[in-house]
């Protein structure tokens, strides 16, 4: 049994583990931050929380951590809005599937008619929408104050935080894992190695020999000032636009491209990419939306940024040991879905550390394994959507 870990990475996967370990009693945790708490992808999440997943272990991680956003409330800005998917034809039997799907997993989700959509959402245009699925317990909150409180928590049993000491390397001796070194030249020792570093995991691991086939995969995003206060309007993942859209405060909007048909193109270097959307795309974006909520008054675009996601081959995390080193687990790539699921990647680790396997039936641990790329059995959508990518 592991007593000393060392989470390298202060995203919030890394302080969600934190969290977890200490919680089930491991005191010596410490988490190695190169820069600042969630300054990562994290700091940049749409915060969006859904259980609508084609892949029932992460809809199922999804559903498990509902609770957590439930009773934090407030305190991680979780606004419960509602979350609703609308599909044009072409994606009907997709939406039923996946619907039936997550039902079986026991989670809160209908498929609602047309007149359902537009009592929830009056200014909808919904012409092309051929058929629409809602969770009302969805909505959305803040990553950043869900890493900090994870942060706290953990720090509250014991655990250390160290902000602007980024890890040079994993040492090892044999085949265990002994520690890390500090950019510093300081070493630090640990039986347990924990790699939360996102898009940055694949450099520490491809110095250990271990392949870790990431990308950085740039997604933009927008505000748009509604001109009218909207309240409590729900989440929507428009698949008929490939965009996605939720409150930003009173009659303001963020709106998500979720169009990844050129995703290649889009390969980006996660600490030097452009943090400014182009006119031609913000007229895109834009142009989109108005066609969604042609009764927007007066909009504006006040603001625009962009993120990246760090992307595995399947847009799905690996949660497993890495390579043969006994003691070192690697948490990343968890594309655009992380933050919905933080809370329970942080128990599935802890359950990999004390247990050696999952607890949970619905999420099994041998989905999250590495080896699945180089066996070429990849983690995909049971009932893909056309058109979506593999972001559902
Ligand atoms: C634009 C955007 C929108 C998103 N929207 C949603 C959403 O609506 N819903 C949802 O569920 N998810 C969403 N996500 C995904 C979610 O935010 C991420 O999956 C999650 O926050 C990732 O957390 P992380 O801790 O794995 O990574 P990060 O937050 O990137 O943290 C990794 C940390 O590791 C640190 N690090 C790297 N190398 C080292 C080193 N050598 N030593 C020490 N530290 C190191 C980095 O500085 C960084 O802080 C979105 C992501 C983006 C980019």
Redesign the pocket.
């Known amino acids: 049994m592991a007593s000393r870990a060392v989470v ?9 583990i934190a969290r977890a370990l200490t919680e089930r009693g491991l005191s010596e945790v410490l988490v ?19 259980s609508h997943y084609g892949v029932p272990s992460i809809a199922a991680m ?1 559903w498990r951590s509902l609770p957590v956003f439930e009773e934090l409330g407030e305190e991680v800005g979780f606004r419960q809005v509602g979350y609703t998917v609308i599909v044009g034809e072409e994606n009907v039997e997709p939406l039923k599937a996946n619907t039936a799907m997550h039902q079986s997993l026991g989670i809160d989700v209908d498929l609602i008619d047309n007149d359902q959509l537009e009592a929830l959402w009056p200014m909808m245009e919904i012409g092309d929408v051929a058929s629409a699925s809602y969770e009302p317990r969805g909505g ?1 909150a803040d ?1 950043t104050q869900l ?1 900090l409180h994870y942060g706290q928590v953990a720090r509250a049993k014991g655990a250390r935080i160290r902000q602007s ?4 390397r994993i040492l090892t001796k044999g085949e265990k894992v002994t520690g ?1 070194e ?2 510093s030249g300081e070493v630090v020792e640990a039986d347990l190695v924990i790699v ?6 694949a ?2 691991l491809a110095d250990l020999g271990i392949d870790f086939p990431i990308e950085a995969y740039r ?3 927008i505000i748009v000032d509604a001109g009218v206060p909207l309240a409590n309007v729900p989440v929507v993942s428009d698949l008929v636009s490939l965009q ?1 859209c ?1 409150l930003e405060g009173a009659g303001q909007f963020l709106v ?1 491209n979720s169009d990844h048909a050129d995703f290649e193109k889009k390969y980006a270097d ?1 600490d030097t990419y452009s943090n400014v959307v182009s006119e031609a795309s913000i007229m895109r974006y834009a142009e989109k939306l108005m066609h969604r909520f042609p009764g927007f008054p007066d909009p504006s675009v006040t603001h625009n ?6 992307v595995l081959p399947d847009w799905n ?1 690996v949660i497993a040991p890495a390579g043969q080193v006994e003691g070192l687990l690697v ?12 809370p329970a990647v942080g128990d599935l680790v802890a359950d990999l550390v004390f247990e050696g396997e999952s607890t949970d039936p619905d999420i099994p641990a041998s989905d999250f394994r590495l080896e699945r790329f180089a066996e070429g059995k990849f983690l995909s959508s049971l009932h893909p959507y056309v058109g979506a990518g593999e972001m559902r």
Do not use: M, N
């Not at 000491?165 to 040079?168: G, I, K, R």
């Not at 940024?305 to 760090?310: E, F, R, S």
């Open positions: 390298i990475g202060g995203g919030l996967i890394g302080l969600s190695l931050e190169r820069q600042v708490l969630a300054g990562g992808g994290t700091g940049k999440s749409s915060g969006i929380v859904r999804a959305f990553a890493a000491t980024p890890v040079a890390v500090l950019a939360a570093a996102g898009w940055w995991s450099k520490l997604s933009e995003l996605y939720r998500g996660a940024y962009a993120g990246v996601y760090d995390p948490c990343a790539g968890f594309a655009g879905h992380g933050f919905k699921i933080a």
